[in-house]
């Protein structure tokens, strides 16, 4: 009866586990951009280096990869990231957002930059050369908008 | 009549002065961590950090040699810190400390940053920024509470500084002025 019971817990503690692990394909933050295209609004694992925490509330990683490609990834489900993870490797499963880039897209966030960070700043030069870089890359596509891919984290875990 | 309205207003009393004495703790929480964090263009409200900038003669090591680095952030005084180190794509050597980090630069130009958690005000921010479920039930309570001190608490006076006298405008002004912030903001 003991023996009957024990099987019983340990299959019970294996169906748990099983339906806690979530299939996803494992991708490294420098693949993300070729590969972001295909997984969007799908869950994936995101492998890469904690390169910074956003002091805001941790509500943000940047996770860089060897080539020097980096992904956002907001917080989602995780009340916050704490500031100890920078330096750590990381494996986030994480869904995959699109935020489609268009004309008055950048142009609300050129207004929002020089509201926020002043005319003239460092910050704000920064912000605007990124903007420019988008409208180049706006007047070459032929969706009327750019897309950029970012991810919402469910769990992490260091590796 | 009378004798209702007395016991109407006893009950506030004590509803009053009963949640108050229990939410005291959480409305100094709220209320320090929510000043600290209103002002966080400002300062990070719950991470002390400490910049310092410095120069080292770079020709003597290979920055690309995991060994040298290490020899670098050990003169740096850091080795018990080191976590980690990259190399980015520009050939600055970003190494991840326990708490901080520093940037040397190819020229020689180190920068060193170094953080502490502020101490109780790091974690009075930990929970006004929701840490859990549980605590999420928590402090819709004490939003309810709150709720709960405001009603009693404009009845809880008679005669000329009451709700229906000079109470009034006082209660008036707190609804009309963010009401004006609400208009001018959205407009």
């Not at chain 1, 996770?63 to 009340?79: F, H, R, S, Y």
């Not at chain 1, 897209?105 to 920064?126: F, M």
């Not at chain 2, 709150?146 to 707190?174: A, E, N, Q, R």
Request: proline share 2%.
């Amino acid at each position: 009866m003991k023996n009957v019971l024990l099987l019983i817990l340990i299959g019970f503690v294996g169906i748990v586990s099983a339906q806690k692990a979530v299939k996803a394909p494992v991708i490294k933050v420098d693949n993300f951009e070729a590969k972001a295209g295909k997984y969007v609004d799908k869950k994936v694992y995101l492998t890469g280096l904690c390169d910074h925490v956003c002091k805001h509330a941790g509500k943000k990683i940047h996770l860089v990869g060897k080539n020097d490609a980096m992904v956002e990834i907001m917080a989602g489900d995780i009340e916050k990231f704490p500031k100890e993870l920078e330096g750590e490797d990381l494996k986030v499963l994480c869904t995959v957002m699109e935020e489609r880039i268009d004309a008055k897209y950048l142009d609300e966030w050129e207004k929002e930059v020089k509201q926020n960070h002043g005319e003239g700043t460092e910050e704000c030069k920064n912000n605007v050369a990124e903007i420019n870089k988008y409208r180049d890359q706006l007047k070459n596509s032929k969706k009327g908008y750019v897309p950029s891919y970012y991810a919402e984290a469910i769990s992490y875990e260091k590796i | 009549m009378a004798g209702k309205t007395s016991k109407w207003r006893y009950w506030f009393r004590v509803i009053h002065r009963d949640v108050g004495y229990f939410l005291f703790g959480m409305t100094i929480i709220y209320s320090i961590s929510g000043i600290a964090l209103n002002h966080i263009r400002d300062w990070d409200p719950s991470y002390i950090k400490v910049k310092k900038s410095i120069s080292i003669d770079t020709s003597k090591y290979n920055l690309q040699d995991e060994k040298d680095i290490i020899k670098i952030v050990d003169v740096l005084g850091e080795a018990t810190n080191y976590k980690k180190h990259r190399i980015t794509r520009s050939g600055e050597v970003k190494v991840y400390l326990r708490k901080g980090s520093i940037v040397i630069s190819p020229e020689g130009e180190v920068e060193i940053e170094k953080f502490e958690k502020r101490l109780v005000l790091a974690q009075m921010n930990f929970l006004h920024y929701n840490p859990g479920r549980a605590w999420t039930w928590f402090s819709d309570a004490f939003a309810f509470g709150l709720i709960l001190l405001g009603v009693t608490g404009i009845f809880l006076v008679k005669g000329k500084h009451s709700i229906s006298k000079i109470g009034l405008i006082y209660t008036l002004l707190g609804i009309i002025i963010p009401l004006i912030f609400l208009y001018f903001y959205v407009r």
